[in-house]
Structures are given as C-alpha cells and as structure tokens.
C-alpha cells in the first residue's frame, strides 16, 4: 500500500501545525492552571491533615495535647475526655510542667484489731505561677475516711462533710473568688481525690485527712495494706454512655481506659528499645524532670501480746521496741517511691494465739449535728463493739470429693510485666495439685476469651501438658473484657461431659480460680454478673501485681462466696497457691449468724457473712444501746454440722474508731446490694449515714474553705494535676485499635512532598505555554 502523502494535503498538514500552536497552548496553559489550582488545594488540604497527625503524634508522645476542661495531666496520669475530633473515645493526656510537687506522710496507730491511719499530702508550687492543684490516690477499700484539715502555714482549716454535689459547689466557689480551699472527694470505694484551690508560686499547702480500718486476720497472721499507687483501668466500650452523667471530677480523674481510639500506653518510638520502653513505664515522670512522689511512713503497733514475727514482704522495714512495749516500724528508705503497695504482717506467739476477741466503744467519734439526731445524748448512748471468733476446726478428715478447676487468667495489657509471670506460675503450680478424679480447663481474656478446650478436660499427664503449654505460651495485650470470662467459667455448660447430673447439675464441686490485677473501670456490672450468673459455684479471686484492684478483687470473692488472696511477687507464687488449694479442699463454714441469747438479732455488718474457709475468722462490727446485752452467739455450719458459740460482751479496751468501722461495713454492704431499682433508695440511706457519721462516701465528700481570697488572678489560674507512678514492674499496654500516629505523620509528610511538586512543577512547565497562548 502507498503510504505517501500527496503533496497538496502534505503542504495542508504542515500548515495545521502553525495555526494550531496557539490553541493548544491555550488548552495546555488552562490545564496547568486547573492543575495548579488542584494542586494548591490539595496541598491546603494536606497540611491540615499533618497538623492533626502532629497533634496525635503529640498526645502519645511526652507533649502535653490540649484538652477541653483545662485540666492538664503529667505523663502516667489518665483522663478520660469528650472531645469531638474522637468521638467515643478517650485519650492519653501527658506532660503538665504546672502541677504541684507532692509529698506524702502517713502514721498509723494500730490497737484492738482496728489501725487508725492519718495521711499528710503537702503540694508545692514550684512555679512563677498560681495553680490549682488535683491528685488522685488509692486507699485500702474498707478505708472510713471522716475527717480533713486544711493547714496553711501554722493555721489549721477543719474540713466539713457536705452532699457530694454540695461541697462541689463551696470549693468550686471558693477557687473562683481566690480563695485557699481544698476538697475530698471519692471516685472508687478504694479511690479518692485531693483538690487544692489557689496555691501561690513557692508555697506549699498541706492537707490532712484520717481513716480507720480494720485489720485483717487469718491463719494465725495479722496484715494491712496501704496502696500507694494504682493500676489504669479500663472500661469497656459498652460501658461508656453510662460514665456521661458523671460529674467531672470522677469523669476526668477516674483512671478508666476507654477500649477506643487508644495506643500503647507509655509507648516510644518504633526505633526505641524494648529497655527505654520499660523505663518510661515505671518512671512516668521521666519527661517532667525525673519529679517523683515521694511517701514516709511511721507505724505504732501495740500488738497486745508477744510477738512471733513482724515482717513487710515488699519493702525494707525497721523496727524499734519502745519503753512501753509498743513497736515502732519505718521504711528503711525514708520518702520512698510511692510505686508499690505496703503490707505488714504480724504473728503471735504460738502460745498466745487469740481465738476470739471483742472491742468497745462508748459514743460515736463525730458529733452528729442536731438535725440528725433526736438529741445530743442518743449517739452517746450506742455502743459499737467489733467481734472476732475462730470458729473450731473440724477434727474429721473430709472425704475428698471430685472437683471441676476453672483456672482463669488475665492476659490483658495491664498484667504486662512482673503480673502475667506470675500469673502463669501461678496457673502451673495449680496444675500440680489436681488428681486423677479431678478435671479442669484453662480460660484466658482479655480483649476475647479464648479457652484451652471446648469443655473441661480429665486431669490425666497428657491434659496437663497441653495445659501448660497452652499457659507457657500466654503473653500480655489488649483490652480487659472480664464479663465474657466470668460469664464462660461461671457457666456450667462449659463443664466436663462425665460432670454433668441427669438434671443438668455438676457432680463435682466446681471452682474458680479467678488471676487477675482487677484493672476494671465497670465493678459494679461484674458484681451483678456473678450474682446472677453464680449457681453452686465457688469464685476464688488472685490478685497480682504490685498494686492491684483490691476492692473488686474482695467484693468479687465475698459474692462469689470464696475468697481472696494477693501475690505481690513471685518469690511468693508456690507458698500463696498451694495455701489456697490446701483452703479450698478443707470444709468450710456456711450460713454464719449472729443472735442474742433472747433470740433477737443484733444491728451487724456485714448482715450476710460470707463462707468462711480454714484459718479464716468470724469478723463483724456490732452496734446497740448501752449495756443492752451482756452476750452474743455466733452459729454455723462446719461441714453440714451444727455450731454454735457464745461470747460475753464484757469488753475493756475502748479503741477509738468503732463506729466509723461499722457505718463504713454497712455503706459497703448497702452499695453492694444497689441495682437499677434500688439505687435512689440506698444513694439516700448512704447519704444520710455518711453525714451522721461524718464519712466521705460516693455522695459525701469533705471540704475546707479558708475565708480571706489571696489570689487576683483567680480567674486565669491554671490546673495542675499530680500523676501517679505505674506501679512497679508494670509494662502495661492498651489494645491498638487506631492507626498509628507515627505512620500518618510519615504518611503526611509524603504526600505534602507530593503535593508541593505537583504545585511546582505545572507552574515552571506552563508558564511557557501561557506565554506562547498570548501572543
């Protein structure tokens, strides 16, 4: 075929060119334009797409992140936070430079069973500023805190019990007008906050508050617990809308963890070692100047008998025998790291071992005001007496009957570190004490559960190695959705096929080993799973970690009618399990109750005494009138036998505090019991008790109002918040549900390059295209 092109239309095609070149020019110059144009505003849109991944990237690094409520936090500390850019979720607050220092002084006095505990929290503004001040601290969960100073210098300001709401309003009042003012409120049964209004830049305020506790006694050994720091909690995302209504100071502080839109907690950089990793979780201060809290502590111990053994399992004590046979016991370490709980633990001489012990008290330690009292003289004329009684061991040997062990464990972000280790040698040493007639399974959680088999499985060899290589291969991560576990390992269709009765009932006797640091924000949804979801089970709480959640760890136990028992470090892992199976195998008492000899019942708490398990004693507060009886009996059942004893209430030693034990047990019992139905009904009985007894409670707090305004600026002052550490060998992390901040920022940062050379390069490349257009 002829390709040639005839010459005429050559001479025409050549021609197109010429007079074309200017409209394609046009076209091209209007394309760059529209492309520029593009550009630009893709570029526009990119910068405001780093910017927001700058501010994530700032949230999860040391950098303080904005929040709503002008309350800032230091690294370590969470705050739950509306805000719109995250919906339904919360996020991390890090690095206020403006909080106050703190310092912490704590004296015990401990006598008749009961330990009375005064706490100092001095803050110091180191700043050039004014600032307000927050702190939110554990104390043990049956703690009856009733009484608050503020102390300013050498003056003291007695702090007031007032309606929750109420003394809100007096401190918030008293911090606009400038006012020195400070607030005690509680957030948890076991956690409270301290607020401090208009601290002067170099000054330091000083607030005292005091609680009475009882002490705990079993197996022939006393302890107490003082916490010092707590675990972050988390909250399932079911949970939240039922956290909106709260007031702000327990939404903000509450250390609860939302299960969205959050990342690693303390996490580094990805090219960061695992060891600065660690670091950063133990020392969250390490980005505001390495501050630190800092806690004394001085304990008086009249024992009232000789002593065996005094001992702290997790810090170095010293121990000093004063003229009057008391014991004085110090931290080594002065201003320790407020880090780990402090236990003390004490035995009587083999000899002098009490088996039953009754304490009085004349009156009450407050005053009620006239308006809750008929008259002046009717709370001097009750009476408030704690009870202790050893049931008798029984002498016959029980018949060891077929058990189901549910062993369950935390695997979640919290029980990262020294928690999950000892947890898992915890489950392997109760692998060790099954028998051949006994059958278990092995149920883990934390965002999802996950068992080791579809039902319980007989405990032959071969079932117990897979069972521990199914624990050996556990790791910790994400969130803590403990009511799918309790709900599984509570359930008995989940028992072993040769369990099963032919009406559907277990034939064994079924337990629950419950191992977890309790890092739970939704108590009281749990508490009424395992009361529904209960049965003839029997739920045995562990509690690990240097500072675990020991009020729901307790409450769950008591509900689950088993009991509690805490490893605080692996040296004590074999001693604490195998105590607890030994416990668990021997018969224990039911159906406690107290009687007067006339048959009428007395005003105790707790009214419905838990199952008592061997070396576990009959522990209760009782009130009533003055002289009103002169004796008790306490009855049970040991092993489906009938028992009984009577007690004199003869009592000599008056122990100051009784009262504030007894109103406290029966606040504990009466939230206990609180569910939809109930709640306006016991939230008005608790309020009114609080107040009568001068207690801090969920809808009471304590508040000290000085009455001369010092600060001018009271208006602009900013709020500092005093972080928590993380409790000692914690490497806690939270479930990854959001993409990583780090990755969009590099994300960002390349397609603002891209953006930039789209910008540039069409305007150098048409300028001369526009140019030829024009002519």
């Known amino acids: 075929m002829n390709m040639d092109i005839p010459r005429q239309e050559n001479e025409q095609f050549q021609r197109m060119p010429a007079a074309s070149h200017s409209d394609s020019d046009t076209y091209l110059c209007r394309a760059v334009n529209a492309l520029q144009f593009s550009g630009f505003a893709l570029l526009a849109l990119l910068v405001f797409n780093l910017v927001s991944s700058v501010e994530a990237w700032a949230e999860n690094g040391p950098q303080f992140a904005e929040e709503p409520a002008s309350v800032q936090a230091q690294e370590g500390t969470l705050q739950l936070i509306d ?67 503020l102390r300013i210098g050498e003056r003291i300001i007695e702090g007031v ?60 050994q006393f302890s107490l617990r003082f916490p010092m720091t707590h675990t972050p909690r988390y909250l399932p995302q079911s949970m939240l809308q039922s956290f909106k209504g709260v007031e702000e100071a327990a939404r903000l502080l509450s ?204 405990a032959t060899a071969h079932n117990i190695g897979r069972a521990q290589q199914f624990i050996r291969a556990l790791e910790a991560n994400g969130g803590t959705e403990m009511a799918k576990a309790l709900e599984l390992a509570l359930n008995n269709d989940f ?130 009138r003055s002289n009103a009886h002169k004796a008790v009996i306490v009855s049970g059942l040991i092993d489906g036998q009938f028992w009984q004893q009577e007690l004199a209430l003869n009592a000599k030693a008056e122990p100051k505090g009784l009262d504030l034990i007894w109103a406290g047990k029966q606040i504990a019992a009466l939230e206990l019991a609180k569910d939809a139905a109930n709640s306006e009904r016991i939230e008005r009985q608790v309020t009114a008790l609080s107040l009568k007894y001068h207690l801090v409670s969920p809808y009471t707090s304590l508040v000290a109002v000085d009455v001369t305004p010092v600060n001018p600026d009271a208006a602009t002052t900013r709020e500092g918040q005093v972080a928590s550490h993380a409790p000692k060998g914690w490497q806690g992390k939270l479930p990854q549900t959001a993409t990583d901040s780090r990755l969009m920022l590099l994300l960002g940062l390349a397609s603002l390059l891209a953006a930039l050379m789209l910008a540039a390069f069409p305007r150098a490349f048409g300028r001369r295209a526009c140019e030829e257009a024009g002519r």
């Open 495 to 624: 028992a072993a096929q040769n369990n099963i009765g032919s009406q559907g009932e277990s034939k064994a006797l079924r337990q629950v080993i419950f191992m977890t640091d309790g890092a739970v924000g939704n108590e009281q949804a749990l508490f009424e799973l395992i009361k529904d979801r209960l049965g003839d089970n029997r739920l045995f709480t562990v509690g690990i970690g240097s500072a675990p959640n020991s009020h729901f760890m307790q409450r769950a136990a008591e509900l689950g009618r088993g009991s509690f028992t805490y490893i605080g470090k692996m040296q004590e892992v074999e001693q604490k399990v195998v105590a607890l199976l030994e416990k668990i195998s021997a018969p224990r008492i039911t159906d406690v109750s107290l009687r007067y000899p006339d048959g009428t019942v007395p005003d105790y708490w707790p009214a419905q005494i838990p199952d008592l398990y061997q070396g576990e004693p009959v522990l209760v507060s009782i009130k009533q």
């Open 255 to 458: 250390p609860v963890i939302e299960a969205a839109g959050l990342e690693k907690m303390f996490a580094g950089t990805d090219s960061e070692s695992s060891d600065l990793k660690s670091s950063q979780a133990q020392s969250p201060h390490a980005h505001n100047g390495g501050q630190e809290n800092r806690l004394s502590l001085d304990i008086i111990l009249d024992a009232g008998f000789p002593l065996l053994s005094l001992e702290s399992p997790y810090h170095a004590i010293s121990q000093q025998t004063l003229s009057d046979g008391r014991i004085r016991v110090q931290l080594q370490q002065d201003n320790t790291k407020a880090d780990s709980d402090f236990v003390l633990q004490w035995q009587a001489d083999p000899g002098v071992k009490p088996a039953a012990a009754l304490f009085s008290q004349q009156g009450q330690t407050h005053t009620p005001a006239p308006s809750l009292a008929q008259a002046e003289g009717q709370a001097a004329r009750d009476e408030y007496s704690l009870l202790m009684l050893m049931p008798p061991q029984s002498k016959e040997v029980a018949k060891p009957l077929p058990r189901e062990l549910i062993l369950v464990i935390d695997t979640s972000g919290s029980m990262g570190g020294d928690a999950i280790v000892q947890a898992k040698q915890a489950l392997l040493y109760a692998l060790s004490s099954l028998k051949p007639e006994d059958s278990f399974n092995v149920v883990e959680f934390n965002s999802a559960v996950q068992t080791m088999a579809a039902n319980s499985l007989p």
């Open 83 to 149: 805000n719109p850019q995250w919906p339904g979720a919360g996020v991390l607050a890090f690095g206020d430079t403006q909080a106050p220092a703190l310092a912490t002084e704590v004296s015990m006095s401990i006598s008749g069973w009961s330990n009375r505990v005064s706490v100092t929290q001095s803050f110091t503004n180191d700043t050039q500023e004014w600032i307000h001040g927050r702190y939110l601290f554990p104390l043990p969960n049956e703690a009856a805190v009733d009484s608050m100073q």
């Open 161 to 220: 019990i007032q309606p929750k709401e109420e003394a809100k309003r007096t401190f918030e009042q008293a911090k606009a007008q400038g006012k020195r003012a400070s607030l005690l409120s509680q957030e948890r049964p076991n956690l409270f906050t301290t607020q401090v209004a208009n601290l002067a830049p170099g000054e330091t305020l000083k607030v005292s508050f005091s609680y009475q506790q009882a002490l705990d006694y079993r197996n022939g």
